[in-house]
Structure formats: C-alpha cells, structure tokens
C-alpha cells in the first residue's frame, strides 16, 4: 500500500468549486436513510406516463426491480420533451469527423432522424423486445439508432466497432439479432475499417438476422445483399413520420451490452428503462454539475457503456449538447483533443487515463498550440489514475483550476458509483483517488474472508445494497447473474476490483482482482483470448496474463504450446496475431506471444497464469505446492530468454 499512502496528499482544487462536502454529507445520508422520498424526488427528472407503485421491489432479490410498474419511454425523455421545448433548436450533438468535418445536430433534427429510422424499424417487423445489433462507428447515426430503438421498445445491442466477426456473430446469436445496422466502414487513424464486410463475415455464422441497414459514410466498395441489405439513407428516403413512443415499464430492458468476465463467453449485461435513467441522468447532475449551456464532451467510444450511459442518455435526458468525435486523439496529429476543446469551446472535457497518458508523452507543446480557457470540469473513467498523469492534465488542461472528476463504475452498475460530486460540493480531491461513494451508494470493502477489511487495508469493493443503475440480469442467464455478483459475498453485489479505504473515508480503487484485463481502458477477458488462440490449428495449450504499462494501464502477453506437428515452424505468432485480430478485433492482439515447451499445471491440469505472471514479471511466484512439475517454471523462463533474444 506504499503507493497510496504516498499519494494521500490533498490538492487544492480552487476556491471556486470547493464548497465543503456538507451538502454531499446531508443528501447522501438522505439517499441511505429515507431511500423512498429520496428515490422519488431523483426519478422525478424524468417525465414518466405512469407513476410507479413501488420504488423498490425486491422480493425476488438479487433481481431488484426499481419503479415497479411505473411507464416511461427513455427516447421521448431524451429527445421529444426537449424537440418540443424551447431547447428545439438547442444542439444536442456536435459531431466532427475525422477528415475535420462538421455536422450539428439540433434536438428537433435528432427527433426526425430518430422518427424516421423508428417507423423504418417498424416497417421491417421490428416490435417491442424485438433485438437490434448495432455496429456502428462514432456517427451520428449512431445515437439515433440505439434511441429508435428505445423508442418502439426494442432492445440494443451495441458492439464496439473495434470488435472483429467472431465478437459480433456470437453477440448476435446470443441475442438471436433480427437487423443488424452498420455503416460501409469507419475512419480510424486516416484509414477505414471496413465494417460491412466484418459483418458479412460474421453473418455466415448465425441466422437470426432479418436485414441489415447500412448507413454509407466512407463511400467504398461494399456487398450489398438482395433481399437482406438495404442502405440506411433509402430507408429513410420518405420523410418525416411521427412514431408514438411505446410506454415501457420501468424495468423492460433497454439494452444488452455485453462485457468480459473470468470465464467463459461474455457477459449480456442488461439495463433497464426507468433505474437506469433515473441513474445515469442523476449520476451526471451530481458529479459534473453541468449547466444548460455548456458544452461537454465524452471522449469515449459510444460502443461501450461510457458512451451509451454519457454521450447518449444522461446528457441527452438533461437537454445537453455534447461534442462527439469520430476518430483518433492523435490524428492527424496529438494536438487533435486540444484543437477540437478549443474550436468548440468545450467546457467540460471526460475521457480516459490511457488516452491522458498517450497525450501527456508527446508533451506540452501540443496542449500550448491552444487556448483551453473554455475548459471548467475535467472527468476520467475506466481504470485508475495514476498521481502524475492526475497532475498532468489538471496543470495542463485544466490551466491547474479545473477539478478532475474520478469517475469509478462498471458496464454493470450502469452509471458513476464512487466519484466526487461537484453538484453537491466537491470534496478536496486526492490525485489517484475517487473519493465517495455517490448517493445511494453503500460501499464496503472486505477481505477474502468476507470480513469488513480495516481503514488503509486493501480488501475486495462490495455493495451492501441496490441502486437505480444496477444490472437487471444477464440475458439468457439469470443464473449466472446470482452466481457473478451475488455468490462470493451473500446478500452483496461484488463485481472483481480491489480498493482500499483511507483514514479520511476516501476510496482508492487499486484494479481488478480477477482475471479480467484492463487495456488501454478496454476491459478484455483472458479466456477470450486464449480460446481464440486455441482455435488455430497449431496451439495445444495457452494462458495470457496483463503485463503493466506505463501509457495502457496493462498490455496483453500470451504464453503457448505449439502442438507437434508445428513445432519448429516459423512466424506462428504472426499468423495467431492475424487471426486474433479478425476474429476478436485488434484490442485483442496480445503484445508478446511467448512459445514455450510445457506450461506450469496444477495436478489436476489447470495452467496456473498466476505462476506464469510472476515468473515473467520477476516475481516471487507465491505458493507453488500445487504444481505439477517444478520443471515448467524453468521452461517458462527459458521461453523468455529466447523471446527477449529474438526481439533484441
Ligand atoms: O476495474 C475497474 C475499472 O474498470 C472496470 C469496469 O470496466 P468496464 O465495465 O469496461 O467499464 C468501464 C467504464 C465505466 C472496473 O471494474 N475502472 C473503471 N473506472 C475506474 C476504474 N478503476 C479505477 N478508477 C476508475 N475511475
């Protein structure tokens, strides 16, 4: 824990934004001890058809359900009351592509768009819990498509357009998918991916799909097939029809997103209509305080729950405009962040440590070619910060004023649950840490055991009661819901990272404590990469670990056995290399893949990774009785010695 203590200073932050945490004191202590008037006065941020009957329903628990019976519809929350308000010619997005293009988007323009492609939905068969598969690049198409689909009730599922075609067919057959939409390609870096034809790949290998949309925006070459695929701008061709917004009850799903776990295929982690609304609308309020006319920006990729919870709901159901940006942070050059927060006049910038880590090696000079005054609020998501990256970018980005929200949650919690609240008076901040749990928010940190874990003792994060945001279920396995997150600590959800509470009742979330990786933000499970690298025809036996990384957080190392036949053969890893890149996508790529004789087993056969790690990382592999032979430790080290002398 030496780290944490070194860096349990306290930063002044601005006389302008630190007003105490008195007000957060009293709200959060309402939110725990009158969790019915406090959870009435938060949903009340949304216009609902139907008043609930309960707020919390939670006799069949861990299935919370919240607002039990209360009728909504999340997309007229998010567009039709603004189109319909004096914010109708507000922007909702500002959108710049990649190339530099710009398009704005006002609330009355989303409400067409969002009309139109809701009755072309409809026109194709498409009903209430019906499943939409979206893969879609960071256009503006694809709000629009995942609010259509809010609209008439039928539930997303956005894949990350970073995802290759084994990702997506088995996304789509777990949800039996009936349309898909995609666009042509994507630009990435100057180059395009080319999205249409990943899907075709990955449509060989499923048959629910009805058809796909297509939306063009590179303008290649792609395969369009009769009868299945349709281009998005013909769909739309005819006009502005009103769609009604179907009334939902609070706990329909709204969408599936599915994420990385310890084992097996991935997880359908499933959100609500009214919870996860009240949640991630409240969440927002709370930690950034944005005002009607700011302009924010989440930098992330709308494909994960960053952006479905923060460039899609929550600053559209608050009437916001917010930037999006279509391509790289470092194209066409490393100023681009800094270039579009100026010419924008972006107030309030949130994106990730990795992305601040990437920017802050090319140095200052980038961040001087602009004026960042406009900047107020900075925010970071997705794994933990480390102190001079913290620093780095308040000085720099936040001309040593702006304070940084430490935003820590999960694809499962839906939105923020330990973060500073500027909205109720920050807390002086800790550079590293996220302070306080948000409202509603019970927290406690507990050793392997299952005990409360002592003040500065690093112990595992539960929660000892539900909230708004929280997952529904898994789709199609309720099962391994209860056994994921309820099983390890009865009655607690527990979801894999460590933290640690300090002396002043701060949090320090200190990373997974399971196998789950964590790569530039990207949360990857090993077992994916391991069952794609044992789906080739020459690895007998693979274990991938996360290597730390001074700019990702963590990279990807693969350590195999090459079956006999392929023994010898040369350029293997580059070939696995391809292969993961088009089946998984290239996040998946491992960094090292090593090729050893016999990797380290327990006797019963299990690889042992954590033996592995240690051994690659220097370490003292820890208890080691229950290794079959001690030989394979060796093996180990000499497939590194021979790896580090190929690569010199
Ligand atoms: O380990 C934690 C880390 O990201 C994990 C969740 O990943 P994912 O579901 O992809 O959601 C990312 C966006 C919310 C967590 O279990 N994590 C996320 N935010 C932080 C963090 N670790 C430390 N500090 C954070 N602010």
Not at 30 to 37: C, I, K, Q, V
Request: aromatic share 10%; with cysteine.
């Amino acid at each position: 824990m030496k780290a944490q203590d070194e860096n349990r200073e306290v930063l002044p932050t601005g006389e302008r934004y630190h007003h105490g945490i008195a007000l957060y004191e009293s709200v959060y202590r309402e939110s725990l001890e009158n969790p019915n008037g406090f959870w009435s006065k938060a949903a009340s941020i949304l216009d609902w058809d139907r008043k609930w009957d309960k707020i919390l329903d939670d006799t069949n628990a861990p299935f919370y359900r919240w607002f039990l019976n209360g009728k909504l519809n999340v997309c007229y929350n998010a567009v039709d009351r603004h189109a319909k308000s004096g914010n109708r010619n507000k922007a909702a997005y500002i959108w710049v592509g990649e190339g530099g293009e710009e398009k704005i988007i006002t609330f009355e323009g989303l409400y067409r768009r969002v009309n139109n492609l809701s009755n072309a939905l409809i026109n194709l068969g498409i009903e209430k819990g019906d499943k939409i598969l979206i893969y879609l690049p960071m256009i503006l198409e694809a709000p629009v498509a995942m609010l259509a689909a809010a609209r008439i009730g039928a539930v997303f599922s956005f894949v990350f357009a970073g995802f290759g075609a084994s990702a997506i067919s088995e996304r789509i057959n777990d949800a039996k998918a009936k349309i898909v939409i995609t666009a042509d390609g994507g630009y990435r870096n100057g180059k395009i991916l080319d999205l249409k034809r990943t899907i075709d790949e990955a449509l060989v290998s499923t048959s629910s799909v009805q058809n796909v949309i297509v939306v063009r925006r590179s303008g290649h070459q792609v395969e369009m097939e009769d009868g299945r695929d349709i281009w998005y701008h013909d769909l739309v061709r005819d006009g502005s029809k009103y769609v009604a917004p179907v009334e939902l009850e609070s706990n329909d799903p709204l969408f599936i997103l599915y994420t990385s776990g310890t084992t097996g295929k991935p997880k359908g982690v499933v959100h609500g209509n009214g919870g996860y609304a009240v949640w991630v609308a409240n969440t927002m309020k709370w930690a950034f305080n944005p005002n009607d006319t700011d302009r924010w920006w989440c930098a992330a990729d709308i494909g994960w729950i960053t952006g479905h919870s923060y460039i899609v709901f929550a600053p559209l159901i608050l009437g916001l405009t917010s930037i999006m940006y279509e391509g790289s942070i470092t194209y066409p050059s490393p100023d681009r962040l800094w270039d579009i927060a100026e010419k924008y006049g972006v107030n309030i910038l949130y994106t990730s440590p990795t992305a601040i880590r990437t920017l802050m090696r090319y140095g200052e000079k980038y961040v001087k070619m602009h004026d960042l005054s406009t900047i107020r609020v900075l925010g970071t998501v997705g794994e933990p910060i480390n102190p001079p990256a913290w620093r780095w970018y308040h000085e720099n980005i936040g001309s040593s004023k702006a304070p940084i929200i430490d935003t820590y949650w999960q694809t499962e919690t839906g939105g923020f649950v330990i973060s500073p609240s500027l909205g109720l008076g920050l807390p002086p901040l800790k550079p590293g840490s996220a302070t306080f749990p948000m409202p509603g928010i019970d927290p406690v940190i507990l050793d392997e055991e299952g005990n409360e874990a002592r003040i500065g003792e690093k112990g595992l994060i539960a929660y000892r009661r539900p909230w708004p945001g929280m997952l529904l279920t898994l789709h199609n396995d309720p099962e391994r819901f209860v056994k994921t997150y309820f099983d390890r600590f009865k009655g607690k959800y527990y979801c894999g990272d460590y933290a640690v509470k300090d002396s002043d009742g701060y949090y320090w979330l200190l990373g997974r404590a399971d196998e789950v990786l964590k790569v530039a933000g990207h949360r990857l499970g090993t077992i994916e990469i391991e069952d794609a690298l044992l789906s080739s025809r020459e690895v007998a036996e693979a274990a991938v670990f996360g290597k730390p990384d001074e700019v990702k957080g963590e990279v990807i190392v693969a350590f195999i056995v090459v079956k006999n036949e392929f023994r010898g053969i040369s350029d293997i890893a580059s070939g696995l290399r391809k292969q993961i890149k088009s089946e998984l996508g290239p996040i998946y790529v491992p960094e090292e893949i090593h090729i050893a004789e016999t990797l380290p087993k327990t006797r019963s056969g299990k690889i042992m990774r954590r033996v592995i790690k240690a051994v690659f990382l220097d370490e003292v592999p820890g208890d080691v009785s229950t290794l079959e032979s001690s030989a394979s430790v060796d093996e180990i080290r000499a497939a590194i010695e021979s790896f580090r002398k190929q690569a010199q």
